[in-house]
């Protein structure tokens, strides 16, 4: 199934007293340009991110954002650097001293100055944060992944009915081509007949002009690699790879063969068949710039 380069997905769960939050975002580009957001001191997931990713995503422009959020009391351990405390204890007593003030010296004092502290968190395990984020990680991607699927199934949809209609009117291009051949043939012939009057007319030299005409006004090469570019077409939108590059690339086919047949049109009722056929070309490629 062919999927379109443009989805979101997200998902949220509670692993190991953490809340991990994943979002996944797409839209097109040519190739595959990842990025990924992560809390700082958690940059040790982004390489497992991105390759999980790439595993299920061939081309798009890319955003991951991961958050990680204690969901309960993180165990903590707060060190007291009792020599920095006593020399700001020493040090306002010798203020209070010195300038006559009341020695108000208490606790809640001492505890303004902050660097008497240091606080340390236990050391995150890489492998389980990992672990962790992998799995809310597979289920974003899962709903990225569908909706990405529900979309190219509408942009299949409306391709087939495309190339169908280009179908059709090629079909009326080969009934049309004969038809103006054999109209030039009796415009030949009667010119000839009035510019000779009663002489006989040469039939070999008619046959010859009519012959060289003829292969100047002939599609059937380019009608038929048409139909070879719409049968690609279709085998490409049912291979349920991803097939955006190739895609784009016979639809120039088809375009190259449209104008061509454009410019040997010798018929305005040819003419205008062959400005619909590129009409359609042209809305099978902006269609294609969405597809994977």
Same mark, same amino acid.
């Given at each position: 199934?062919?999927?379109?380069?443009?989805?979101?997905?997200?998902?949220?769960?509670?692993?190991?007293?953490?809340?991990?939050?994943?979002?996944?975002?797409?839209?097109?580009?040519?190739?595959?340009?990842?990025?990924?957001?992560?809390?700082?001191?958690?940059?040790?997931?982004?390489?497992?991110?991105?390759?999980?990713?790439?595993?299920?995503?061939?081309?798009?422009?890319?955003?991951?954002?991961?958050?990680?959020?204690?969901?309960?009391?993180?165990?903590?351990?707060?060190?007291?650097?009792?020599?920095?405390?006593?020399?700001?204890?020493?040090?306002?007593?010798?203020?209070?001293?010195?300038?006559?003030?009341?020695?108000?010296?208490?606790?809640?004092?001492?505890?303004?100055?902050?660097?008497?502290?240091?606080?340390?968190?236990?050391?995150?395990?890489?492998?389980?944060?990992?672990?962790?984020?992998?799995?809310?990680?597979?289920?974003?991607?899962?709903?990225?992944?569908?909706?990405?699927?529900?979309?190219? &199934?509408?942009?299949?949809?409306?391709?087939?009915?495309?190339?169908?209609?280009?179908?059709?009117?090629?079909?009326?291009?080969?009934?049309?081509?004969?038809?103006?051949?054999?109209?030039?043939?009796?415009?030949?012939?009667?010119?000839?007949?009035?510019?000779?009057?009663?002489?006989?007319?040469?039939?070999?030299?008619?046959?010859?002009?009519?012959?060289?005409?003829?292969?100047?006004?002939?599609?059937?090469?380019?009608?038929?690699?048409?139909?070879?570019?719409?049968? &690609?077409?279709? &085998?490409?939108?049912?291979?349920?790879?991803?097939?955006?590059?190739?895609?784009?690339?016979?639809?120039?086919?088809?375009?190259?063969?449209?104008?061509?047949?454009?410019?040997?049109?010798?018929?305005?009722?040819?003419?205008?068949?062959?400005?619909?056929?590129?009409?359609?070309?042209?809305?099978?490629?902006?269609?294609?710039?969405?597809?994977?």
């Amino acid at each position: 199934m062919i999927k379109s380069m443009t989805g979101c997905g997200h998902a949220q769960k509670t692993i190991h007293g953490r809340d991990i939050t994943v979002e996944i975002r797409s839209v097109n580009h040519k190739f595959f340009d990842f990025s990924v957001k992560t809390p700082r001191g958690c940059s040790f997931v982004e390489e497992a991110v991105r390759g999980f990713v790439k595993e299920r995503v061939a081309r798009g422009k890319i955003d991951v954002y991961v958050t990680i959020l204690n969901a309960g009391d993180t165990p903590a351990q707060v060190e007291l650097n009792e020599s920095l405390a006593a020399g700001y204890v020493k040090a306002l007593r010798e203020l209070g001293e010195k300038f006559g003030l009341i020695d108000d010296i208490s606790v809640s004092t001492v505890a303004r100055y902050t660097d008497i502290f240091t606080v340390k968190k236990p050391e995150q395990d890489e492998d389980e944060v990992r672990a962790d984020v992998l799995t809310v990680l597979e289920e974003a991607v899962a709903g990225f992944l569908t909706m990405r699927e529900t979309e190219g &199934q509408k942009l299949r949809e409306d391709i087939l009915g495309r190339v169908d209609t280009i179908l059709e009117l090629v079909e009326q291009i080969e009934r049309l081509s004969p038809q103006t051949l054999e109209a030039y043939k009796e415009r030949l012939r009667a010119k000839i007949e009035e510019l000779k009057g009663d002489a006989a007319i040469d039939e070999q030299r008619l046959l010859t002009e009519i012959a060289i005409f003829a292969d100047k006004i002939a599609v059937d090469e380019e009608t038929v690699r048409l139909r070879s570019h719409i049968g &690609q077409v279709r &085998q490409m939108l049912d291979s349920g790879e991803a097939v955006g590059r190739k895609l784009d690339f016979i639809v120039q086919e088809m375009n190259r063969e449209a104008n061509t047949i454009g410019s040997k049109a010798q018929n305005s009722e040819i003419a205008h068949t062959v400005v619909a056929v590129k009409a359609e070309i042209e809305k099978i490629r902006e269609q294609v710039q969405n597809i994977e």
